[in-house]
């Protein structure tokens, strides 16, 4: 049996291909992974950022009424 030196290139052409494929499958997905929990992170944050700018608005229209509770001008 004579072994072929372009069936064996051939063969490690199939293994590289198959290696890439996985590789490029597993980094697609991690990249995927990444990117939704960027975008998550950033509604979070914006999400807390309204409640503490509508806090610091009640919080001080609470002073506001404390201090002068006649005055509905403001």
Not at 6 to 19: E, M, T, Y
């Amino acid at each position: 049996m004579k072994c072929d030196n372009k069936s064996q290139r051939g063969a490690a052409l199939i293994v590289v291909l198959v290696f890439t494929s996985i590789f490029m499958i597993v980094g697609i997905g991690l990249l995927q992974l990444v990117g939704t929990l960027y975008k998550t992170s950033i509604k979070k944050q914006s999400s807390l950022r309204a409640l503490q700018i509508a806090e610091a608005g009640i919080n001080y229209y609470k002073w506001r009424l404390s201090h002068s509770p006649a005055d509905y001008s403001g």
